[in-house]
């Protein structure tokens, strides 16, 4: 077991260790020496110690602990809200102390001892609920943190959000990580999904008119991963307005970060080329749907419902589009909800060979195609959740020749 999989694995022995001896005991006091001495190796050649607790795994400076991921303490250390440790290096024995007895109180459902303990372990070790990956905000802290950012995106307060310093950058960036793994390596570095959507959701929490801003963020060789994160946001947010649970909506979520995957195995200057493809580079780009659904069942059990996604969100409600099926049917209710959120935010980006449409014109586009590209109800729920974030009328600009 490497190093920061060890120091995790002495975190919770010194947790249970905790539950059966009172502050001072021998017992309790040699494990948590044992603990500090891990962590002193952990940071003997880095100045900061970064763990992130993600979906019952670890991940460590932006990498997944294989060794934990069926780690238990992994779900008890999230459930109360920790999922972010973070320690500098010039770390003391009695901070660690102090840190372990904080996370013991919160498992425990216990508030700090004191507002002294909590201000002595701040200085070096910050725990709390999981923040954007690389964002300006700090972690919740000792003294508690708002509600994490995976899973109940429902409850979390609108000031947290702000207070985090949302960007969009790192976001971005991680997704530029994950595409370049799925292509280099034959895994899908799930733990960093999860993390994007969750620090996605805190931004779609924070203020819906998030929702219209993120489409303008764009540079043309950023564009398929600055639309991941879009369609990701959008899905979760009309997914929310249909009245889905929060399950789905964290499904939707991740679905719509990965609907485009598929385009790792397309040639760069192909996505990004000016103007119209040729015959040759339009076949070659339609088959990124097969290529995306190929991907995620190859490389994880549970994105059946994502691979899905991959595969039918080109595939319009009356059967055309791309894929063709081979027999009729209908597409997934996912399918629908994230095509729906693609369109929108595809024509709505600013790409090499036309500029943006405005957001009442992309409305419109979706709603003239309903009962025959898209889902009326799902049209009709998203025009309403869009036009609640902005508002006005243009007349319609000429169709594009590209829709990918």
């Known amino acids: 077991m490497n190093v920061p999989a060890s120091f995790m694995v002495s975190l919770g022995q010194c947790l249970s260790t905790m539950s059966l001896y009172p502050s001072g005991h021998p017992a309790r006091e040699k494990v948590i020496d044992a603990s500090f001495t891990r962590l002193l190796d952990v940071l003997s050649d880095i100045q900061f110690a970064d763990f992130s607790v993600i979906g019952g795994g670890v991940v460590f400076q932006g990498r997944v602990l294989d060794e934990l991921r069926s780690w238990d303490w992994a779900t008890r250390l999230a459930a109360v809200g920790i999922e972010r440790l973070e320690i500098d290096a010039d770390v003391s024995r009695e901070a660690w102390s102090e840190a372990l007895n904080e996370m013991w109180q919160k498992l425990n459902g216990h508030a700090p001892e004191s507002n002294d303990a909590r201000q002595l372990v701040a200085t070096s070790i910050r725990f709390g609920s999981l923040r954007v990956m690389g964002g300006e905000g700090t972690a919740g802290g000792v003294d508690g943190a708002a509600k994490p950012a995976t899973g109940d995106t ?12 949302l960007t969009l950058k790192d976001e971005i960036a991680a997704v530029t990580w994950i595409h370049e793994e799925v292509l280099t390596s034959d895994r899908l570095p799930m733990a960093e999904v999860e993390a994007i959507v969750g620090s996605l ?8 008119k998030m929702l219209l801003p993120l489409v303008m963020l764009k540079d043309f060789d950023q ?4 639309h991941a994160c879009n369609v990701s946001v959008l899905s979760m947010g009309l997914a929310e307005q249909m009245g889905c649970s929060r399950s789905e909506i964290r499904a939707f979520g991740v679905a719509g970060l990965l609907h485009d995957i598929g385009k790792v195995r397309i040639p760069k200057d192909i996505l990004t080329k000016p103007g119209r493809l040729t015959e040759q580079e339009k076949e070659l780009m339609a088959t990124h749907p097969q290529e995306g659904a190929r991907i995620l069942l190859e490389r994880h059990k549970g994105l059946q419902m994502a691979a899905v996604v991959a595969y039918e969100h080109h595939i319009c409600i009356d059967g055309n589009g791309y894929p063709h099926f081979h027999f009729d049917r209908g597409c997934h209710f996912a399918s629908r909800l994230v095509h729906v959120c693609d369109v929108y935010d595809a024509l709505s980006t600013n790409r090499p060979y036309r500029k943006p449409w405005t957001s009442e014109q992309a409305l419109s586009y979706i709603e003239q195609r309903e009962g025959t590209e898209v889902d009326p109800a799902i049209s009709r729920a998203f025009g309403t959740m869009v036009r609640g974030a902005t508002l006005g009328h243009v007349p319609m ?7 990918d």
Do not use: C, F, H, V
């Not at 429902?154 to 310093?165: H, K």
């Open 223 to 226: 564009y398929t991963t600055t």
């Open 201 to 208: 959701a805190i931004a779609m929490k924070s203020e819906q």
């Open 154 to 165: 429902d409850q979390i307060p609108e000031d947290t959000a702000t207070s985090l310093g």
């Open 397 to 403: 600009p000429e169709n594009s020749e590209r829709d």
